[in-house]
């Protein structure tokens, strides 16, 4: 399944934040979690991950910046179990790393769901969609679009 679509939750009194309906069966009983670009989150089924986390392995360890990456992305990922509602606790180290307050929104970008603070999303939307022509430009001297 393709992730997509754009979702806005609610983070509750006890830090859980729902999972949007459309992407729970795909996502199944456990997911994980970590640090994503643009300090957004970035949330994968297990399998998915398991081949991000072999290709992150396989980087070279003789240079500082795969080394750097490796270490962000692994270190920081967690296994999370989703509760019998479609729940999940995202850990705290994370929800400061993105700055997740009250709202959040879910991302569905094909093989991934980022995790945004309200706030930020709504800006990289704002930046992204100024310069949308130029990148489908570059993108269809590729043959991409």
């Not at 962000?72 to 307050?101: H, Q, T, W």
């Amino acid at each position: 399944m393709a992730f997509i679509g754009e979702y806005t939750h609610t983070v509750d009194e006890k830090k859980r934040v729902s999972l949007p309906s459309k992407f729970r069966q795909a996502l199944g009983k456990k997911v994980v979690v970590t640090h994503g670009l643009d300090n957004s989150l970035l949330l994968y089924p297990l399998k998915a991950w398991e081949v991000i986390a072999r290709k992150l392995g396989a980087l070279s360890l003789a240079k500082s910046d795969t080394r750097a990456f490796g270490r962000f992305m692994l270190a920081g990922a967690v296994e999370v179990e989703v509760d019998s509602i479609g729940r999940i606790l995202i850990p705290e180290f994370l929800r400061d790393y993105a700055n997740l307050k009250s709202k959040v929104i879910f991302a569905g970008v094909y093989d991934r769901i980022e995790i945004w603070n309200d706030r930020a999303w709504s800006e990289y939307k704002k930046r992204i969609e100024k310069s949308a022509d130029a990148m489908a430009e570059k993108l269809g001297e590729i043959g991409v679009f």
